[in-house]
């Protein structure tokens, strides 16, 4: 027809998302993969210019093709090769299976179970991550569609080490009961084995953002555990800082140069983004956050809460 | 992961266009259903959710499913209803098929030749646009994969009505020359039969936006035939006023209540947007557009030009 | 400092309305000339490249600089013309000012009553739009802070011509009550002189968007009114067609000519829109609005409403 | 007028920048402070609702209030500090001023030389951002309108320490000569004292964008002096982590410990992000990072260039 087309402009479509209220980041698209949803949420599988594929649930970017990797080897490597000899890993969510999948490639470890709460979400990612293909289809992966907490405290296995990959703890979200003290002592610690570490995302940890839940999740673990390390990382595809909590009664005895011989002997292929280096410098957070980090005093308990952008509603 | 899923944030992928320089236009997506390129052009199909399937063309919207009817309807009938009786149609462009689909309603018609230069790009329609599936089969159809000034330079039939379905005017554009003075008097005028009807798209025809080829287009066709009927609807899609001009040297005699007795007894099927009445309103300007046109002294000639945001520079 | 400059790319700051749910609309921004708020709402006064000063009231669009003009001249010279002599004019609402201003052109006119309810909004538009200060400073107009209805409704003078210049009839929006069939009988109809008219804005008109409130409107007016006429025009910053109602016992006896006879003798300046031949044009609905008008059966009471986008909640 | 006001609809206004070809980043405005232009370049003062008031050139973010502590802290506090007795700074660019105010906090420092090309934009900077006005006025502070290589090709002075806050090496850029192997040879060098440093802002420093120019920065430093030192920092509002690179002909000495007591001595006030052990983290690059450094071969010439997204044309 009569409209005008012109040369050049091909940028035509956007996936938006507002990572703060006042703060939008927006990725160019070259096509919608797939769209689902479940009773708790909606999942789409985007292709996106600048980070590859993306897993969006309810509107916000979960993981890109390009740069997952960052979180993931970020979540699993420190405390695999922190625990000497780790041969069970349980997974808390984790329903896109990178976890899993960084998990399996532990020579050590005889048994993982993951423990998702949506159906839906888990045969999405089996179905088109093709990434994950092969950890989803591992005779040592264990998957359970329940809620990890009522999962946790039926089971009277105990584990190496447990992996918290759940959504932020938000007042009246979904997953602020997995991270209050009351359950990290009563239904996480007794699920660990002797000399057992637990190990959890923390959510955003820049420079302003580490106040959200960073800092909370970090002094709620300092109340129930004798060593706690907080550290972080900057994930392209998030535009921000993210952080994670590892914490143990035992000490964390491997430096950086005794974590890449670990890294050599136990862990099959290359990591890209972890290294003893790097979790060196990761764990030794700047100067602002290690600062409000030491004054937190606040407790993630089931009476008291921090509310953060969103106030999601639904559980990964 | 740890990334935070947000309720109620649905609407995260956009297509968006910049309509001129400063002004932008944008519609939630459901998805990118299709996406293709030819020598001249990239090509899309987009479901959007305010307009339903809408087909973009170099990253500019061609036309939407919900409101293509009103495009279409006031391209074809009035001049197909002016004419005492169309029997043969010549269409320059159209490949999307919605001009030859509302020309076969006329049971006057028996023969439509629809001459596209881009052969991808009505393959691509032909596959993807359901609701003009019936007139692409259709046994009165010629299809002509040509420039449309070639084809009508080499032809030696005569047409009662000839469309003009083209890219604006732009100067350096694949169609500036199917615009020009010489072009509609060495060319047009020849191939119409005796009392035959010349009608184009003619681009924006807004309080503002009429000037950048509306009003020249008018202007042009004045010299060129005795009677020149300008003309314009609103189409939500295009944020914009759109506007045709209808061009002959034998008068315009039917009036409303002609135009809706002639349309009862040759369209098929009914029309959602125009009928007499409707082509009273939209042939009746308002005063700032038509005094402008009334002042208006340019005339595209091989040698000069308008220029339009955005200087296309493929053939539609 | 190290962050790269990008030459020519100059059209950083935008503003956006979502016009619709899935529909968004985007201005380049010179600059933010002022910003405000009252009791009821928020304000800005923005610098839009496309459509030059913009008032903005709790994020949407009220009036562009550049096509005002088209919305205040159809709201006021219809109504005004078809009346024999105009003397009085009430308005209500209309804080803006170009209302007042389109009204004072009329040299028939001795008495404008301009009722807004937000004091703020009038001191701010009287401050900061220059185009109607003149208006603001008139021995003519006598400038009311209240409700409109309240107004109305203890006033004992009678009105040639009363407007409503008002927000849309959203339920639980501040305005609902300003558009019932019991407001127009018991409180407008009252207020008339002998062959009064009323005239109100309705509302979107577009093909598709006439539905919200406009053909709601036209049929309360029915209800109450022997002579009602709906009419439309394309407003570019709105990016929709906008309607107005006019009502009236007394036949609308003015065609175009005369239209254009009074406009000569009784307006000051001249008009950029409207005339006789305008009117006609915008009066005469497309089929597909014509048809949902007339088939339109609800009406607005107290208790029934219809829902829009927004939820407005605040007056205007 | 009749447009629906909504209510909590308050982020209309909104800076939107192409960080990539393919990636945006948004904030939320409060309003457009300031606006201006050089024969260089167009300059905007912000006030935005995530990131306070930011200072913005051709279109590129290049400061925002609550975070530009990270990029100065980064580039002005290692160099000075690793300095035995830092006395005479020499800074290339630097024309918005937070540099020399960084620079002067030091007490050892006795001289700063900031030599900036645009005269426009940093009297916009002197007028308009608060935080500097100190720093403009001190009487230790000598700027000098010039090209940064001009004025040390012709300066016989040495400095202690030379610090590069220039945009980015951009082939066919302003500033890609100031980020040769030759301009570091011939230039930067002989007007270094004994024992001095240089560092420079060097651009993205991502776990993908530091191959825009970071580790061909790193590599051509590389060449000229015998310890450099690239260490990096994730700033929010540039969506990205940044980077810089201190070289020398001496040694850096100083551990944690030693810049903490360094610090403590010769800084007044107390820094917000750098201290001895964000320095360790800072210069201890990720796994990813430190490959690519090591395996980076190209080095800036006059004759090869590295393109980055924009080709910027003006001087910061």
Request: hydrophobic share 35%; aromatic share 10%.
């Amino acid at each position: 027809n009569g409209h005008l087309p012109i040369e050049g402009r091909r940028k035509s479509c956007w996936y938006e998302e507002e990572i703060e209220d006042n703060l939008r980041w927006c990725f160019a698209l070259n096509s919608i993969l797939h769209t689902g949803s479940s009773q708790y949420q909606d999942i789409a599988l985007l292709d996106t210019k600048p980070f590859g594929k993306a897993l969006v649930i309810d509107g916000k970017l979960q993981s890109a093709e390009t740069d997952e990797f960052i979180y993931h080897e970020c979540l699993v490597h420190p405390a695999l090769l922190q625990h000497p000899n780790p041969k069970t890993v349980f997974i808390m969510g984790g329903g896109e299976g990178s976890t899993a999948r960084e998990i399996l490639r532990h020579k050590t470890v005889d048994k993982v179970v993951m423990c998702d709460i949506d159906e839906e979400v888990v045969d999405f990612c089996k179905s088109h991550l093709d990434v994950n293909k092969e950890a989803f289809s591992s005779s040592r992966l264990q998957l359970i569609i329940n809620d990890a907490r009522a999962e946790l405290e039926k089971s009277k296995e105990c584990f190496d080490v447990i992996i918290g990959d759940l959504a932020d703890p938000i007042e009246g979200g979904p997953c602020y009961q997995l991270y209050t003290k009351s359950f990290y002592e009563s239904t996480v610690k007794p699920r660990l084995s002797e000399g057992g570490i637990f190990v959890t995302q923390a959510g955003p940890a820049g420079v302003f953002s580490h106040t959200e839940v960073f800092s909370c999740i970090n002094n709620t673990l300092r109340q129930v555990f004798k060593y706690v390390v907080p550290y972080s990382a900057h994930i392209p595809s998030y535009a921000d800082t993210w952080g994670w909590v590892m914490a143990s009664d035992a000490p964390f005895t491997a430096d950086a140069e005794e974590l890449d011989i670990r890294t050599k002997q136990r862990i099959k292929g290359e990591n890209r983004y972890l290294d003893g280096k790097t979790f060196a410098s990761a764990s030794t957070l700047c100067k602002a956050v290690r600062k409000s980090l030491a004054k937190e005093t606040q407790v993630y308990t089931e009476g008291t809460a921090r509310f953060i952008y969103g106030h999601g509603a639904v559980h990964k």
